[in-house]
Nanobody
Framework: QVALRESGGELVQAGGSLRLSCKGSGQSFATTSVAWFRQAPGKEREFMAEKSMHNRRTVYGDSVKGRFTISRDDAENTVYLQMNNLKPEDTAVYYC???????????????WGQGTQVTVSS
């Protein structure tokens, strides 16, 4: 498994942008699929975006299509989530995840970060 650490979460006003980063260690990212999820208080974990290994496939959750962009730098073992036009309902703890399979079922990712808080004020 790869160890993951997110960063970049902070308080931002509605309409603003943030870029989250997730640094992996212990295993090369090149052979993993990576994804972002979020969880707001009292709500279930929600899928944001996924990039399969070798960039073969990119998928976005319906609530963030057109606003969020996932990217990866395998040389730096880092995955990013660029978030634009943020809304108060985007407030949540954001988690990155990784898995050695090419297209793992979303609820079975094996490696998780500790999360980073994003708060969007109205």
């Amino acid at each position: 498994q790869v160890a993951l650490r997110e960063s970049g979460g902070e308080l931002v006003q509605a309409g603003g942008s943030l870029r989250l980063s997730c640094k992996g260690s212990g295993q090369s990212f090149a052979t993993t699929s990576v994804a972002w999820f979020r969880q707001a208080p009292g709500k279930e974990r929600e899928f944001m975006a996924e990039k399969s290994m070798h960039n073969r496939r990119t998928v976005y959750g319906d609530s963030v299509k057109g606003r969020f962009t996932i990217s990866r730098d395998d040389a730096e073992n880092t995955v990013y989530l660029q978030m634009n036009n943020l809304k108060p309902e985007d407030t949540a703890v954001y988690y990155c995840a990784a898995d050695e399979r090419s297209s793992p079922p979303r609820d079975t990712y094996t490696s998780w970060g500790q999360g980073t808080q994003v708060t969007v004020s109205s």
